[in-house]
């Protein structure tokens, strides 16, 4: 209660951020937190919205739904961050354990599906580049 109010009041720009992630009129965030329904998950959620290359806010995500046991999403929400970071054979594998875990056909299990296939192409380039060049590792 007092603490939203307080961060709210006194970050402006922050609340806005949140409200337009969460696509709500600024006002409107007090209501949702009095239901319930402003946690760290939907904030989190608000913030990949408004910058999704932004691997910090992956990896909080990621933390959020692991410490919520979705199990699934937090796998995602890796495979997000580390296709971000350049890191594809850590990225597929974060990925097809999120599709592994999701219902198939989802929105979560096509971007699941769509990291992975980016992914596959990056570690293939990868190889190639090192067969064409063997003296760079």
């Known amino acids: 209660g007092e ?5 709210l009041e006194q970050t402006p720009r922050l609340a806005q951020a949140i409200a337009d992630g969460m696509n ?34 992956w990896y909080q995500l990621g933390i959020v739904y692991a410490h919520n046991g979705d199990e699934p999403r937090a796998a995602l929400a890796t495979a997000e961050r580390y296709v971000l970071t350049g890191q594809a054979g850590l ?23 769509d990291i992975a296939l980016v992914a596959r192409a990056r570690l293939e380039e990868e190889r190639r580049h090192r067969r064409q060049n063997p003296q760079q590792g």
């Open 3 to 7: 603490e939203l109010n307080s961060v």
């Open 91 to 113: 990225a597929l594998a974060s990925a097809e354990t999120a599709m592994a875990g999701l219902p198939d056909g989802t929105p979560d299990w096509l971007r699941a599906q």
């Open 24 to 57: 709500v009129p600024v006002g409107k965030l007090r209501k949702l937190a009095e239901e319930g329904k402003l946690t760290s998950e939907a904030v989190l959620r608000a913030a990949v919205n408004r910058d999704n290359d932004n691997p910090f806010a």
